[in-house]
DNA sequence: CTGTTAGCGCATTCAA
DNA sequence: TTGAATGCGCTAACAG
């Protein structure tokens, strides 16, 4: 049996509560006392049961998770991960409450965000918008003292304590390279399809991009980007008419979400016999398709889940003012290609 | 509050151990009673507190997990990657013990899993090898009624009860798939390095990786396996001298372990201005440099930590009775080039 | 068939 | 400065 307090009590020769007072560090325990028992917990091996320690404090973690009502499949798998992290937090004592906000509106977001932060929260996580008002927002909480955490989009230049998100920059240039290698010897020109580069995210990723590509393929060259707002219909025009403007294109890095357009106008290309090289990001049920029906040649991907319970553990961290340990918390880019879909 | 035991029955009028018969599917109920308590869980939406549950049920779980001695990365990493579950354990109330047999030995494995049988144990895990005599071994387990589960290397037409690992023709697919793309247009002959063919998950990669090869792109022709035992001294070898002898050799697929003298001959080679594509096996910090030196140009790998933690996941369901989620034990394949590295 | 009762390992009043 | 006692939510003897 492994020891218990009880064991490290008899050991030091002190009550339970005492031994309590060590190992938590409060105050109203002499030095000497504090130093059998420590050196009682050091002789008998004693780690702490962190679920017992929960039962009995009786502690939760309401955290709030404000998420735009985009309707794309990313941002649902996002939300369904956050569902059930909740599900899963009796456990952990989570309790996750979700606060809907509209896409791409900053004011929303900033005031969803000073609402939170009045209700009885330990934690806020938000997929951040660059915007000066929810700068702000994120400053007055965390001088409250609230920790906050961004997911999935930063928000740089703020007080944010904690990114629970892929490194864009390196999804860009993982882009680059596959694109250029999968060309190979090829020339030609390469789209690209963004939501809107006034967002962070997708303004990183393109930056790295052309900055691979220009330095290691020189034989392409990147069209200017185009701006799809993560709308299908208004993507598929832009792919559509890309397309037929520019013969010579030869491969496409969609990095963006709103895969749906994309890849109706690619069928459409391939319908006229037009096939381009094509990367794209998110696993969802229609970019698998496109990736088994050779649409898209790559799909780059995070993975929401890890994203969210990064974001809870670092929240949980934070609120018990402990350490995160940030080699652990990176979040990796997945590459998919037809025959490693999982 | 969430509601608790005390609520639901109060609620159904009953006592707490009538309430934790109907909850964990005991006999000695009447069907009336069942049926009052079922209604006044679902009512209150109670869900109970696991983390309170174990440890009330002082139940733990000791399992042993049977590893190779060898002294590759990979075997490292999974080594350390058991140490860590068993860290982690105190809350899951697992405790692991490993077991060490010598790599490659049949009859040792075979010895090990029948002793550990007799031991304490609440099931095992094993690196299977093909062989008789460890078929034999895990039957009288399963038999006796003790949870097997094979990791990182299946057993087939066994009774064990779950392979935790990756899918081995996948993976053999992915680097067909990826390395004839690499290659292009370009025509030429393909080396297959293995450790021993006679291993079970060599040979599956090595079988998907010929057939997908052959499928889809007929210009590039796969030499002759050549076998290096996972011993770095004769990879270098063997690789050497297959470089040597098909000057038309321009594709290499490392199936196996003994990634260091892989690295060795063709640091070799770059200084007399030859260069493969070259696609390894295993995340390892050597195998991590020569990704970023342009040795290799891609690592698949499977995570030693997924795997573990699958199967003990799948040990404590079947050690309690319940049903494992097939989809979400599935390893994937993790594909890393220079700009995705974690 | 059902209820009472005593813990699991820990945190926390309230006394001493 | 220290200790005894009580309870967190649940399970499992042991009675009835």
Redesign the pocket.
Known sequence: ??P???DIAAEA??????V??V??AR????E???LKVEQAIEKLG????VA??N?????SYPFTFILPCNDNAFMAELRSAVIQADARGRVERTRITIVDVPAFDAEALADALLAAGESETAGIALVAIEADPVRAAVRSLTERGIPVVTLVSDLEDSTRDHYAGVDNPSAGRTAATLLGRFLGPQKGTIGVLAGSLSVRDHQNRFDAFSEAMEAHFPGLAILPPMEGRDDASRARQLVSKALAENPDMIGLYSLGAGNRGLIAALEEARENGREVVTIAHELSPHSRAALESGLFDVVLNQDAGHEVRSAIRVLKAKADGLPVIAAQERIRIDIFIKDNLP
């Open positions: 049996m492994r218990t307090v009880h020769g002190v009550s339970l509560a005492t309590d007072r190992m938590n105050p109203g325990v002499r000497k006392t504090r004693y780690v702490r049961d017992a320690a039962l009995a404090k009786g502690r």
